[in-house]
């Protein structure tokens, strides 16, 4: 005999029960293993490894991630890079640049992914990364686990490049060129040149290692910018910054360095082995378009007075005599050599085939221009500008500079604006509590700088200052210099075109070129070309920065022309985070309403922000945030 039904239905309910209460503990187990097993870590990377090759080969999926945490809708911070991409530079990528042409080394110069190409994700430290030695102590000695790259130690240990030494990297102050010490090398140039007292302040050094040199420099009062490729030495330029000295990627390849005419007093290359008389001598010439007139350009190594390099040491000579330049003088294998002040010795034919500048060429736009293979005249810039004409350091930080006064109603705005930064410092400091004195605060950027008027105001603190200047904004970079500061053109919003040709039903991209100087960069399709715009990474390693300022962060990235663009905010302040050392701090002066957007974007980029009101004397509507980076670590097991 069967069940009575309702012992039959009493059966189904047990049993559903049973299923219910099976689930529910299913559910509790596999949770706990995924929180505190191995497997749930392995697991858990290898989604985020998902997410973010699926936001970099999906456009629409990165889009709609940007457009989430642009609303403020992405409750979880954004997801970290893997552990391989703790040194990434997205302009500088080795495997990407490998594949590119040779030719006057184009493949190691800048060349930056489309927005597509990149994954949204946040660099992660190196395991065991520490908060960095302060400055001054950091000039001598770094922690090993904040770049644990031992290349340089193990090839230049002997030369007094750096060493390790237990848990740090120590710097003797060696080079290839100078294993006794930068010190001891300083002071033999100083019997040819005016290294004190103020007659030079800015330099540039070429291919400049671990930047002992520039280092060295700072006690004689001269502020050094080194410049290095990403190369097989791995993270020189890093190095450098990690030390508290100015410092950035760059290589002398096919274009312009990102400095306007007649920036630096003084021009160093210690065995850089970039070929100056090459290609028409068209690397010395940009050395010419750089060095202020009555400046000095020491060349220290190949090919001066160099075994088997004869030829190369006599082009050298050469070249320099068809500049005019005055020899002072060749101490074993360093050259020194003094730039000729006015226009009139300047030459028309060579055996170089030198010529001089067509009176129209800018001599000071170089944001991704093409060099050139004439010669900059001195008098195509208005003004007193060479040695000896100029205000000495520290007077000229100051005084209002010819270049500012050449510009409209310039007199005025330059005065303004050190009034104007002055007073804002200052509130910074005394309302704000921002300890920029701080030893833990060394390296700075302010990525809209203007006439430098935030870095003169810090000029008595102990730090230097990256100031920026976009190249679609007045180009004022050189009124800096000038003021015996230093800086960089850095659009971070930049237009380009694709060169296509229609070949046999398919699409084949034959080149890629950057337009300088625009803001258009709306889509223009026709038959031979697509425009658009990207964001532009710095160039820069990982974790290079403690603070990092911005006025009108919205301008550096808006498209007057289009409510749309293909850089977007939460792409700039990824960067950002990028060149931040963990608890470093950001400050951004906008509208209100800018702000607020940014405030939503901070927390996805797991900063810690705040909104204050701007200094009571400041007219319009601006108020600042202030921001800071944590330091965080990956999970185990996350790569």
């Not at 679609?472 to 930049?494: A, E, M, Q």
């Amino acid at each position: 005999m069967g069940l009575p039904a309702s012992k039959r239905n009493n059966q189904r309910q047990w049993s559903l029960l049973d299923i219910v209460t099976a689930a529910f503990f299913g559910i509790v187990l596999l949770f706990f293993i995924l929180l505190f097993t191995p497997l749930g870590d392995s697991m858990a990377a290898s989604g985020r490894q998902t997410l973010l090759l699926s936001t970099a080969s999906d456009p629409r999926q990165r889009q709609r991630l940007v457009t989430l945490v642009e609303s403020g809708h992405h409750l979880q911070p954004i997801e970290y890079c893997p552990a391989e991409a703790v040194a990434h530079m997205p302009c500088e990528d080795p495997r990407r640049n490998s594949q590119l042409s040779r030719e006057m080394n184009f493949y190691r110069e800048r060349h930056c992914p489309l927005p597509e190409e990149t994954p949204l994700c946040l660099i992660p430290p190196p395991n065991g990364y520490r908060i960095s030695v302060p400055w001054p102590e950091s000039l001598h000695k770094i922690w090993h686990a904040n770049m644990p790259y031992n290349k340089i130690a193990d090839r230049k240990g002997h030369q007094g490049w750096m060493k390790r030494e237990g848990e740090y990297f120590t710097f003797p102050g060696g080079g290839t060129m100078f294993p006794g010490g930068a010190g001891q090398y300083i002071e033999k140039l100083s019997q040819y040149i005016p290294l004190s007292g103020g007659t030079l302040r800015t330099a540039l050094d070429m291919g400049c290692g671990v930047a002992s040199f520039g280092g060295t420099l700072l006690s004689q009062g001269i502020l050094a910018l080194s410049f290095a490729p990403r190369d097989s030495h791995k993270s020189q330029i890093q190095f450098a910054l990690e030390r508290g000295v100015p410092a950035f990627v760059a290589m002398l390849g096919t274009r312009r360095l990102p400095f306007p005419a007649f920036s630096f007093d003084l021009m160093h290359c210690s065995r850089c082995l970039i070929p100056f008389t090459a290609y028409n001598a068209t690397y010395f010439i940009e050395v010419d378009r750089l060095l202020r007139p009555g400046g000095y350009l020491v060349i220290s190594g190949p090919p001066v007075q160099w075994p088997k390099q004869d030829k190369e040491w006599a082009d050298l000579q050469a070249v320099a005599r068809a500049l005019c330049y005055e020899l002072i003088a060749v101490d074993g294998n360093t050259v020194i050599w003094k730039k000729p002040v006015g226009d009139s010795c300047l030459p028309s034919q060579n055996e170089f085939g030198l010529e001089l500048c067509d009176e129209s060429e800018p001599p000071s736009d170089a944001w991704y221009y093409k060099l050139k293979k004439c010669v900059t005249r001195p008098s195509s810039v208005k003004g007193d500008n060479a040695l000896g004409t100029i205000s000495k350091w520290p007077e000229k930080l100051t005084k209002v500079p010819a270049r500012a006064i050449a510009m409209k109603n310039g007199l005025d705005v330059f005065e303004a604006d050190a009034r104007r930064w002055a007073r804002r410092v200052a509130y910074y400091r005394d309302s704000l509590n921002l300890e920029l004195k701080s030893p833990a605060v060394r390296n700075i950027m302010d990525m809209n700088a203007f006439f430098g008027g935030f870095a003169a105001a810090l000029a008595s603190d102990p730090v230097w200052v990256m100031n920026v200047i976009p190249a679609r904004k007045p180009l004022t970079l050189d009124v800096i210099y000038d003021r015996g500061l230093i800086g960089v053109y850095h659009d971070w919003l930049v237009s380009f075109f694709v060169y296509i040709m229609l070949s046999k039903q398919r699409l084949e991209i034959h080149a890629i070129s950057l337009v300088s100087y625009t803001s258009r960069c709306q889509h223009q399709r026709s038959n031979f070309y697509i425009g658009s715009c990207r964001c532009e990474p710095f160039s820069t390693y990982p974790r290079t920065y403690d603070f990092i300022h911005v006025s009108g962060i919205e301008s550096l990235i808006k498209r007057p022309e289009s409510s749309k663009s293909r850089c977007s905010l939460v792409d700039l302040m990824v960067e950002m985070d990028r060149i931040l050392r963990p608890e470093g701090k950001v400050l951004i002066r906008d509208s209100p309403e800018v702000l607020d957007k940014v405030a939503r974007m901070a927390h996805a980029v797991r900063w810690s922000s705040s909104i204050h009101d701007k200094e009571p004397e400041s007219h319009g509507r601006e108020k600042i945030l202030v921001a800071t980076k944590p330091l965080w670590k990956m999970p185990s097991n996350s790569h």
